[in-house]
């Protein structure tokens, strides 16, 4: 008698899951929402992109302990849970981080002259927000 072996995953599925422009668009704002926040929290701590300090508003810098750039630390911090978050759970990642931008954009409005970054901000918080809706359909499909 012959046995046969299948391995539970066949590739067909897997194809026509990398052809759909909804996973597609899934796994483009996974991986963006992964590696950006954590670049940009270990930047943080270099500050070679940037001077982090200088976008951080006054009012927030006078209620948080330390230095603008000791805030700028724990921003890194939270930046790098973010991204890994998204990386293992995008459902919930995708929140976080649109949560997280939020209140980038509410800093960001109080510094005159940032204005611009506050409305970049936004458009990532939408991305941030399609991610999380895109990873209720789609988290769980492997590729």
């Not at 391995?7 to 668009?25: I, N, V």
């Not at 992964?34 to 929290?41: E, H, N, S």
Request: hydrophobic content about 55%; proline content about 6%; charged content about 10%.
């Amino acid at each position: 008698m012959a046995s046969t072996t299948t391995s539970g995953t066949s590739a067909a599925p897997r194809r026509a899951s990398l052809t759909d422009p909804g996973y597609q668009a899934f796994v483009i704002l996974r991986t963006g929402f992964t590696v950006a926040p954590i670049l940009f929290g270990l930047d943080k701590f270099a500050n070679l992109l940037v001077d982090w300090p200088a976008y951080l508003a006054p009012w927030i810098n006078d209620i948080v302990p330390g230095s603008a750039q000791a805030a700028m630390y724990a921003v890194g911090v939270i930046e790098i849970v973010a991204g890994v978050v998204v990386g293992v759970a995008p459902r919930f990642g995708g929140w976080l981080v649109a949560g997280w931008l939020a209140g980038i954009i509410v800093d960001l409005l109080t510094i005159p002259d940032y204005y611009d970054i506050a409305l970049r901000d936004f458009g990532l918080l939408l991305g941030a927000v399609a991610l999380a809706r895109l990873a209720q359909h789609y988290h769980g499909v492997r590729s």
